[in-house]
């Protein structure tokens, strides 16, 4: 974690200390005065720290913090902190991290008031929690080979890591009264590879197409890691202006993506097998073993640009405007290989996306007891991108019925908001508030594919009426509890497939709708409070739930996303037990539902619901021992409930569940003012079953298996226990 040292408003903190050492005693040896006049701070921390099993029970805690491979590690942090008091100049360095791959260091210089100059560096690996097992070589690169050779979960383990080092340089500098710029530049470079893979299933369409299939019922799935060697570059330069009434910024931010590898192109040695490969048969089709062979095309380069107007004015003492403006461009015009483009005159998309937008706001108090907020904010997003025909392989064709064109979307958005506020007595107050938003989309250029959408519209309308009661100002209870009520609807209907425009009343049952577009009610109700029963007791309280209906369609159909609801409570809790120790402790409960209709067959009910506590405790053993302890525990949990037409209820797929208990303790000890020791001792246990990649609910437990015997598994108990000590120096 990144500790940034703020400078600003340091005077006033000297002028307050220069006040009470006039007004009272004299404090000039106290520690903490001490502090504040002269800041300086410089420490160690040097430890070392050992944590318990292999890398497969540290599979999900070490996916981010750099503890999954090995058993020791070494601990290393600094801290440093000086103002020179002839110059007025500031030096801060830092280092986190040290010994592991998540390092950082960095540090800045700065005059108070005139200058300043930062140069930070980070590095983080993120590795995949899954083991995989495989017979493929090259594995991680644009070439790899894909062998089948002997039984599934007899290969190699295959590690999955993804690394980013990350540079970040910042320069600020006052030219004068009320003037300011500052620019930033970031680099950062990502390797490694992760969880990728193709797959094909030939039908009778592809048989009969040129050939492509022999077969209308072979099919075969391959892991490809997606090699990954790319780098971003980021430039910011903002102006910033202040005056007594305005201030304004304007700026440019800048983004540069460039990826070193442009295809993946596996090569098959060998016999595959169909999906799923335990148990399965060759897969002898030559068109499809070609198919899954050709190379697929990766992220390509691409930049954007924004420049911005940013201010606010005051135009009286209670009233004040706002204002922004920015217009950004995007674009993507790398070459992609010939493989893919064969028989183009230019393998070049030319994709361009501009995207311009506007916000005016405006907050006034025109009586003692009212406040009003409104606002109103204008997008226009246009797709340049030329249109092409392109065939069903992705090579560039002649219009015919089975090829298409891309098809390039633009769209305009325009969203307001009025809101006021009243006191009321008895330390009371009232909001209300209306939200309005409207969306005009493009309609699908002809030549575009369908890609399986039935019906979209051109426009949606949505408008909220919010109402809020809040207490403030007391003394040991505040809340507040609000309402929210959202209606979306649109324009008439766009059949993809026939091209007309239709109102829901013409269109033919059980269309499916896309919920984006669909007609919406919404409901939302929160309540908050704190309350302090008793001195050393304080509560805090949050309930929140939600719905939302879709009724497109009317009677005409029960297709697609229906409802959804969501509830979520919460208690945190702080006791202090004595003046040393202090108890926290937290419990809360979320439950979201989706009903959604597949447009034949079945109908799901998707739950997700996670329950969480924790209780921490810290407090001062004696003068030197600091002590703390904490539990903490989650339950989460995804259910897939399914009903079959003509078939009743069945239980669906199996659950996903994630289960986390963790354990910790710690112990710091003061060696004298300079120096202390600190141990921490924490204990994890994980559970995840999860069905999509490794059913240990199944019978037998099985791993998911693709078509050249790869398997993919995740330890689904994993426990892991930490301990680590360092001894900390302070520098006078």
Not at 61 to 82: C, H, I, K, S, V
Not at 183 to 204: T, Y
């Amino acid at each position: 974690m990144k500790t940034n040292i703020q400078q600003f408003g340091f005077n006033q903190t000297l002028i307050a200390v220069a006040v009470l050492a006039t007004c009272g005693p004299a404090h000039a040896e106290d520690d903490e005065v001490a502090a504040l006049i002269k800041p300086d701070r410089a420490s160690v921390s040097v430890g070392a720290a050992g944590v318990s099993g292999d890398h497969r029970d540290r599979s999900l805690w070490g996916q981010y913090n750099g503890m999954r491979e090995d058993d020791a590690y070494f601990l290393l942090d600094f801290d440093y902190l000086t103002r020179d008091d002839q110059t007025g100049t500031w030096v801060n360095l830092y280092g986190r991290n040290l010994g592991l791959d998540t390092r950082e260091l960095g540090g800045a210089w700065n005059k108070q008031g005139d200058w300043k100059v930062s140069l930070d560096y980070s590095e983080i690996v993120k590795r995949d929690p899954r083991t995989i097992n495989t017979f493929i070589s090259g594995g991680g690169t644009p070439t790899p080979t894909v062998n089948t050779a002997g039984t599934p979960g007899a290969g190699t383990d295959l590690n999955l890591d993804l690394k980013r080092k990350r540079t970040t340089v910042g320069i600020d500098k006052q030219l004068g009264r009320g003037l300011q710029i500052s620019a930033s530049f970031r680099n950062e470079d990502k390797d490694g590879a992760r969880l990728f893979g193709k797959g094909f299933a030939c039908s009778a369409a592809w048989q009969n197409n040129a050939g492509v299939c022999t077969s209308a019922t072979a099919w075969g799935l391959l892991m490809l890691p997606e090699p990954i060697d790319s780098n971003t570059k980021q430039f910011d330069v903002k102006l910033n202006f202040a005056r007594e009434k305005l201030a304004l910024t304007a700026g440019y931010y800048g983004s540069f993506y460039e990826n070193s590898y442009s295809t993946l192109t596996p090569q098959i040695a060998g016999t595959l097998n169909n999906f799923n490969s335990v148990g399965g048969t060759p897969i002898t089709d030559a068109g499809l073993l070609g198919i899954l062979g050709l190379p697929m095309a990766l992220p390509p380069d691409n930049q954007a640009h924004q420049f911005y107007l940013a201010g606010n004015y005051g135009f009286t003492r209670d009233t004040r405007g706002t204002f922004k403006a920015s217009y950004a461009i995007a674009t993507q015009d790398e070459t992609f290989p010939a493989v893919f483009l064969a028989d183009s005159p230019t393998r070049n998309l030319d994709g361009e996306v501009t995207n311009f937008k506007a916000h005016l706001g405006l907050t006034s108090r025109p009586l003692q007891k009212l406040y009003l907020n409104a606002n109103v904010r204008y997008e226009d997003k246009q797709d340049n991108t030329p249109t092409a025909y392109y065939s069903e392989l992705g090579q560039l064709a002649p219009p015919t019925p089975t090829s298409y064109t891309n098809n390039p979307s633009s769209s305009q958005r325009l969203v307001g908001k009025l809101e006021g506020t009243y006191q009321l007595p008895y330390s009371f107050s009232g909001t209300l508030g209306i939200d309005y938003e409207k969306i005009d989309r493009d309609l699908p250029v002809a030549t575009a594919k369908p890609g399986g959408l039935n019906v979209l519209r051109e426009q949606t309308e949505e408008i909220s009426y919010r109402a809020e009661l809040r207490r403030s100002i007391s003394e040991t209870l505040n809340g507040s509890i609000s309402y929210v009520r959202s209606e979306r609807d649109g324009s008439d209907w766009y059949q993809v497939t026939t091209g007309l425009v239709l109102p829901e009343s013409s269109l033919p049952a059980n269309q499916v709708y896309v919920s984006t577009y669909g007609d919406r009610e919404r409901d939302k109700v929160r309540l908050t409070a704190d309350w302090e029963p008793a001195e050393r007791l304080a509560l805090q309280f949050v309930a929140d739930y939600g719905k939302d209906k879709y009724t497109s369609g009317g009677a005409t159909t029960d297709r697609g996303l229906r409802d959804t609801d969501l509830s979520f409570y919460s208690i945190d809790a702080t006791y202090q037990l004595a003046d040393a120790w202090k108890l926290i402790g937290y419990v809360s409960y979320g439950d979201q539902t989706i009903h959604i209709n597949h447009s034949t067959g079945y109908r799901l009910a998707l739950n997700d619901r996670t329950d969480t506590v924790g209780l921490k405790l810290n407090g001062q053993w004696s003068e030197k021992l600091s002590l703390g302890a904490g539990v903490s525990y989650t339950d989460d949990k995804n259910r897939y409930q399914q009903l079959q037409t003509n078939m009743g209820l069945s239980p669906g797929v199996p659950d996903v569940v994630f289960r986390q208990t963790e354990l910790s303790v710690f112990g710091d000890y003061a060696l004298n003012k300079l120096s202390s020791i600190r141990v921490d001792l924490v204990h994890v246990r994980s559970k995840l079953d999860e069905f999509t990649w490794d059913c240990a609910t199944c019978s037998p437990a099985t791993p998911f298996t693709y078509s050249d015997g790869t398997t993919v598994s995740l330890q689904p108990d994993q426990n892991v226990t930490f301990l680590g000590a360092r001894y900390t120096y302070k520098f006078r």
